[in-house]
């Protein structure tokens, strides 16, 4: 997919996606670094946002609204929703707090209330303890998850032999649709020859930690 590639560009031209030797908190040496986080201006941000609505479009999950989960959600199903209504499609998102408050609107909820289908977007999946919270949110109101939409699958495996991704997708049931995966980082290293000197300890990584199926 195009918006794939135009993805792993923006993320390597913003620092979000850097090459080197990093400790992961399982302790693995990973030849590369995600960091969302560092989408951190209006322009990288919209474009991320962006992207975000094309994969979602392009998966063909339908949903009724957007949920973010705190704190990394937060921002990101506003800019989603905007992008969308920019489309001419005007969906309703709502995000939790991680503290309840006790006056004002009070609960832990904010935005639209949660009702039919409702898409989880968050950064990515490493423990998948904010997908089980959403997941627990969403259907406490009612309504349904309808799947989970984040900006890179690292495809890799945790303590067992699937990924976060694989374990979120059999234990909920739900669909995770990715913006980019492991597997559209090391085609974009193998097409780019500022990065291509990176791409055998990408691959090395992949084939000692990797999943064997997305």
Avoid: W
């Avoid at 670094?33 to 339908?62: K, P, T």
């Avoid at 039919?116 to 977007?121: P, Q, S, T």
């Avoid at 694989?166 to 049931?173: H, K, L, N």
């Amino acid at each position: 997919m195009d918006f794939s590639r135009e993805f792993i560009e923006l993320a390597c031209d913003k620092g979000v996606l850097r090459f080197g030797s990093f400790l992961t908190k399982a302790g693995r040496n990973s030849p590369y670094f995600f960091n969302a986080g560092l989408f951190d201006d209006g322009a990288s941000f919209r474009a991320l946002c962006g992207f975000y609505a094309r994969a979602i479009q392009s998966s063909g999950v339908a949903c009724d609204m957007l949920f973010g989960p705190a704190y990394k959600g937060i921002p990101l199903v506003a800019g989603v929703a905007i992008r969308f209504a920019e489309e001419g499609i005007s969906l309703p998102f709502a995000f939790n707090r991680k503290e309840a408050k006790d006056h004002g609107e009070g609960g832990t909820l904010i935005g639209a209330p949660l009702r039919g289908r409702v898409l989880i977007l968050d950064d990515v999946i490493s423990a998948g303890t904010s997908v089980r919270e959403s997941v627990e949110i969403i259907r406490a109101a009612g309504a349904e998850p309808a799947g989970v939409v984040i900006a890179l699958d690292r495809m890799e495996r945790g303590k067992g032999s699937q990924s976060a991704v694989q374990e979120v997708r059999e234990t909920f049931g739900i669909p995770v649709v990715a913006v980019a995966t492991l597997e559209d980082l090391i085609a974009y290293l193998a097409d780019s020859p500022e990065l291509a000197a990176n791409l055998d300890a990408v691959k090395a990584y992949r084939d000692t930690y990797g999943t064997s199926a997305a």
